[in-house]
């Protein structure tokens, strides 16, 4: 048995940042070469120092979904995983056993090989008939910044693109070092110029900066007076959205994985956990803010304010992704990162097999089951708040200035709309949904919502009374 988990950014604001990610999961799913794919999140849930707990299997590799080696590959993934390392991660990654599982952690998944696969045909995307004796390749890249070192994986791109004799020309070029993407004209001579973005996603940059720098109008743009004469620009997608990413990191979980055949068996803790919520499941009970009842060999979830509400007023969902769909957000539209704050939307419900009840409570509540019932069987261990913020580095390094009564006046407006009870600070919980109190939900450890508040508090950004 062996799980794979990805790795994404995530965003406190922003309900589409995670959209990526959830898109090669259920495209690596399909596959069915794992027994199963979990995301988890720098700043959304599952978080990284959950998602570990949230994996079925003792056999875990673990992918970083960036498209360079930075300050998230190196330092804050291992860290916040448990893996005792920091720095630069070497190419046969990084091997642990942490909790009874053997974890398996990549390089990010851009910094493969099989990348120039994907640049290659992300060029033939945009100019179709692209010939080695007239067609110049620019591999463009941000450049360093604070947080990513890509242009080593450009540079390296562009050096074996060279080699392959596709392209008359090949150039690295960047938005943000030199050489810079604006002085295209003067290095490139070849009449046909296709430019693929090694960037993760669609976004600003893409869409606005890398067009308005090069003097691009469109997907197809004419210059016909250049220093070399006409030239035309064929401009496309990013490499970070094209779908043969998902055979990118099938690689690298292949070479992770290595002699490793057999793969692990099912985590113990896990399946206990599992096993006493279909019991609740069954019986009929309520967790969180939610009802589940079984009505003949199938399961429905909804808000438990909407209990008795006929289920032809209420949205229906028959699947565990259309159940992360809809409760993503809260009634005002609003991304919803932690999802035990008290703004789960009214107005659904979803109805579930057994196997897909598991993985459809896992994206309502993610990491709630396996730490509840740790919690139940006194086996979770809480973070105080003094080693949550020590643990901090970059920007977050600042939260170790902040005194009791700062990050408790923050607390206490933060966590007041949780379900979860602030075990990290010294809060006890007697009881569990488990036990029957269906808001009783633990919080082993400040969550990273916290954590960015407590930053903005101390730099004394924080509006009173407002987060
Ligand atoms: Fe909820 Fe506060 Fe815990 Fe974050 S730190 S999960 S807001 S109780």
């Known amino acids: 048995m062996r799980s794979l988990v990805l790795i994404g950014h995530g965003s406190h604001l922003n309900g589409e940042s995670a959209a990526a990610v959830y898109r090669y999961a259920e495209l690596i799913r399909g596959r069915g070469l794992f027994d199963e794919v979990v995301e988890g999140y720098w700043k959304e849930e599952p978080s990284l120092r959950q998602v570990l707990k949230t994996t079925a299997s003792t056999d875990v590799t ?90 080593r994986v450009i540079y390296e791109n562009a050096q074996a693109l060279r080699g392959s004799g596709l392209f008359a020309e090949v150039h690295a070029l960047f938005l943000d070092e030199d050489p810079k993407v604006g ?131 209420l949205t229906t969902v028959v699947t565990p992704e259309g159940l992360r769909d809809l409760t993503r957000r809260d009634e005002g539209g609003n991304h919803r990162p932690v999802h035990t704050l008290r703004n789960l939307p009214r107005g659904w419900r979803a109805v579930l097999s057994e196997d897909d009840l598991v993985r459809g409570v896992h994206f309502l509540y993610p990491a709630v089951v396996e730490e509840t019932y740790a919690h139940h069987c006194r086996t979770l261990r809480a973070t105080p708040w003094p080693t949550t913020a020590r643990r901090q580095t970059g920007i977050y390094s600042r939260v170790q200035r902040a005194t009791p009564e700062q990050v408790e006046h923050v607390a206490s407006e933060v966590c007041a709309n949780c379900l979860r009870t602030r075990l990290w600070a010294g809060e006890t919980l007697a009881q569990t949904f488990f036990s029957g109190v269906p808001g009783a939900i633990p919080c082993a450890e400040a969550c990273t919502l916290l954590v960015a508040e407590v930053r903005e508090e101390v730099s004394g950004k924080r509006g009173a009374g407002g987060h």
Do not use: C
């Not at 590959?73 to 070497?90: A, K, S, W, Y």
């Not at 851009?110 to 110049?136: C, F, K, N, Q, Y």
């Not at 970070?240 to 692990?264: K, M, Q, W, Y």
């Not at 079984?294 to 808000?303: I, K, L, N």
């Open 183 to 313: 002085t295209w004209p003067e290095k490139i001579t070849a009449p046909r110029v296709v430019v693929v973005p090694f960037f993760a996603s669609e976004g600003w940059h893409t869409l606005e900066t890398i067009p308005e720098d090069m003097g691009l109008t469109g997907d197809v743009t004419e210059f016909p007076d250049t220093p070399h004469g006409p030239q035309t620009v064929y401009y496309a997608k990013p490499v970070g959205t094209h779908p043969a990413v998902a055979d990118v990191i099938l690689h690298l979980a292949e070479e992770a994985r290595g002699a490793s055949e057999r793969g692990g068996d099912e985590d113990r803790a896990w399946h206990a956990a599992w096993q006493a919520l279909v019991s609740l499941a069954r019986r009929g009970g309520r967790l969180g803010e939610v009802l589940i009842s079984a009505q003949s060999g199938v399961y429905e979830v909804r808000h438990a304010l909407d209990e008795g509400r006929p289920g032809s007023d």
């Open 62 to 151: 673990v992918i970083p979904m960036f498209i360079s080696e930075g300050y998230f590959t190196e330092t804050v993934i291992p860290r916040e995983l448990g893996l005792g390392h920091q720095g630069p991660v070497p190419p046969e990654g990084i091997a642990r056993v942490l909790g009874g599982r053997t974890v398996r952690y990549t390089l990010p998944y851009g910094v493969h090989p099989s990348m120039r696969d994907v640049i290659v045909e992300r060029a033939r995307e945009a100019l179709p008939d692209l010939d080695a004796a007239d067609t110049a390749l620019v591999v463009l890249g941000h450049g360093t910044t604070r947080n990513e070192n890509s242009n």
